[in-house]
């Protein structure tokens, strides 16, 4: 990619992710699903689930679930271009793939990296939770989450073909995959069986790096894996992404 094509390639993307950004912001909802409803479920569930004590934990475990909101965002993003009839014109002009969704993509894991770090810091400041590693590794659990959590969105809109489909698995996942992977109730405390499936979920590698970080003894081993593992979806999710992506198969808006 020559020079010229790079600068063409992000200013692409820089137009779709403004468009983007003042489309949420108008919105308004996905600062209630993504900061006040988790707040809210944190507050008044807390130690009851994650154990005595433990307010600060059940804080990032909820809120680890709910950064999963990004999923739901990035695919409503995708579906929004046609319920306002715009996805006719990108077929046409057909921009290139990874900028457009980078564009569609950016604003909202720059909100979902946002809710994550607010609630780690009321965590670590209002309840006590210690930090044993180092911010870097905190950030690290977080940007390779968000990959994960937005190019999924980008597929679960691959292979639905309506936002009722689409939301109807996206609410499954968030509950099931946040229940079983510790989010809402931590891994010891779960059925052998929930533990074991819970495995196949990013919250759990998200939730064992983070519980390392925290109060564990903070080294990067496990961090590392953690973030290897999470690291290695987000690359087969975002290459399934950019490869099946079609802007000329139809979707539809039920909104």
């Excluded at 600060?56 to 995708?78: D, E, K, N, W």
């Excluded at 006590?128 to 679960?156: D, E, I, K």
């Excluded at 992977?181 to 196949?200: E, K, N």
């Excluded at 519980?211 to 961090?223: F, I, K, L, N, Y």
Aim: with cysteine; aromatic share 12%; hydrophobic share 50%.
């Amino acid at each position: 990619m020559s020079t010229t094509e790079r600068a063409g390639f992000w200013s692409v993307a820089a137009g779709y992710a403004t468009t983007e950004l003042l489309v949420l912001w108008r919105m308004r909802t996905p600062l209630v699903f993504m900061f006040a409803v988790p707040a809210t479920l944190a507050l008044t569930l807390g130690s009851a689930v994650a154990g005595e004590g433990s307010h600060g934990r059940a804080m990032l475990g909820i809120a680890v679930m709910f950064s999963f909101t990004t999923t739901h965002y990035t695919g409503l993003a995708l579906f929004r271009e046609f319920g306002s009839n715009t996805w006719v014109r990108q077929a046409l002009y057909r921009p290139p793939r990874g900028a457009f969704l980078l564009g569609k993509i950016l604003p909202i894991a720059g909100i979902g990296l946002t809710q994550l770090s607010l609630f780690t810091a009321i965590a670590v400041v209002f309840y006590g939770t210690p930090v044993h590693g180092s911010v870097w590794q905190l950030l690290a659990v977080a940007v390779t989450l968000l990959g994960v959590s937005c190019a999924m969105g980008v597929v679960l809109y691959l292979v639905t073909a309506d936002t009722s489909t689409f939301e109807s698995l996206f609410y499954i996942f968030l509950i099931t995959a946040g229940s079983v992977g510790g989010a809402i109730v931590p891994d010891g405390s779960l059925p052998a069986l929930s533990r074991a499936v819970g495995v196949l979920t990013p919250h759990h590698w998200a939730l064992r790096a983070l519980d390392e970080a925290t109060s564990g003894r903070g080294e990067w081993g496990p961090v590392l894996q953690s973030v290897g593992v999470l690291g290695c979806c987000a690359v087969v999710l975002g290459a399934v992404a950019a490869t099946a992506f079609d802007y000329r198969r139809q979707k539809y808006d039920l909104y």
